[in-house]
């Protein structure tokens, strides 16, 4: 039986579905049997960062009771099965939690982790997939109103007891205007798992719409989406500050000195 790790955020933007992809691509590139699913239904775009955008069939439609979940899964070249979320408009409809547990529960029956980008904030499209999570990491940037709405999320998740296992910190910039790794470790009393960088390739991953351990898979961003992936296959989120520091000055130096950036 697989678990499933949604992928949650206070704030909209700050790297959910990025976060999602490499991480789905990376535990598949260790040869874990994946599903990557959409459930940000009224603005999905998984697909677009895997450059697959034509799906006719899927999670909507599947919500819906108009399609069989196995037609709605599509195999990846990158290594992991695809459920995606529908592009048009007109195709949400409120959640069917009922339904939607249906469709967890059978995805993890055959995979050993499924990965669950979702809705930001607390609206009960993101909340009918944050009560289904097994385990729950939130992503955020290290500024202010992004913490502070994650902290909600942190605390609404608690409260209905799903384990808020981790913090991935994203778009870091080191300058002083940053919020401190401390400081947000102890306001969302939740450990921080990874600290990703603000990385100008993201953009050309987009672009090229491939997730960027395999667009820049020697960068330092890409090297961090794979220790991500470790510490979510062993259940070793927690990480001392001066360690994730320490790793990240060690990272950027052995990548320096192999003549990567
Ligand atoms: N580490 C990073 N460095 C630079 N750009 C980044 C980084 N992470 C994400 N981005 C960029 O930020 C934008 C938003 O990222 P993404 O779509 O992953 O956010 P999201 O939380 O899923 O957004 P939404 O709430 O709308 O679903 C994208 O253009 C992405 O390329
Ligand atoms: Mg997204």
Redesign the pocket.
Known sequence: MGKLIV?S?G???????????NLASALAKQERNVVLVDA?LT?P?VGL?LGLTKFPVTLNDVLKGEANLTDSLYIHPLGFKLLPGSLSVRSFAEINSRKLKKVFDDLKEMSDYVIV????GLGSEALSVIKLADELII?TNPELPAVTDAFKVVTVAKEIGIPVKGVVL???RRNNYDLGLRAIESLLETPITSV????????Q??YRKKP?IHIRPNSH?AQQYHLLADRVHKGEYERRIEELEAENSFLRSVLRGLGFN
């Open positions: 992928i955020s704030k909209g933007g700050v790297g959910k579905t990025t976060t999602s992809v940000n603005t775009n960062h980008d979702s809705a930001a992503v994203n778009r870091v990703i960088e603000d990385d100008k390739n993201m953009r991953a987009v960027i961003t």
